[in-house]
Nanobody
Framework: QVQLVESGGGLVQAGNSLRLSCAAS????????MGWFRQTPGKEREFVAA???????YYADSVKGRFTISRDNAKNTMYLQMNSLKPEDTAVYYC??????????????????WGQGTQVTVSS
């Protein structure tokens, strides 16, 4: 059974930074694609970024240039470095894991395994 646990969320002022982590267990982490999604109340889950086992990366336009996704296969952990945060980045951030085709990385339905989420709140 795959388990994903996010951490690192919190309350920050606009312009500041946060680093999220997602620790995976229960499967050979290194061979799967990992992604970050976020969701606010009343809205659909939104793609943020994804990274393949080989380091191929894809970002949503809304975070490109501000967020950096990375992974450490030896530690079974994925990261999201979020800089220049804006109030509109406020959301619950979820990590996801699976092996979807690259063309579907941005679709939530492409991932079977999800973490419980971590709240990020950016004040203006």
């Amino acid at each position: 059974q795959v388990q994903l646990v996010e951490s690192g969320g919190g309350l920050v002022q606009a312009g500041n930074s946060l680093r999220l982590s997602c620790a995976a267990s229960g499967r050979t982490f290194a061979t799967y694609t990992m992604g970050w999604f976020r969701q606010t109340p009343g809205k659909e889950r939104e793609f943020v970024a994804a990274i393949s086992w080989s380091g191929d990366i894809y970002y949503a336009d809304s975070v490109k240039g501000r967020f950096t996704i990375s992974r450490d296969n030896a530690k079974n952990t994925m990261y999201l470095q979020m800089n220049s945060l804006k109030p509109e980045d406020t959301a619950v951030y979820y990590c996801a894991l699976d092996a979807p085709p690259r063309s579907t990385w941005s679709l939530g339905r492409s991932y079977d395994y999800w973490g419980q989420g971590t709240q990020v709140t950016v004040s203006s």
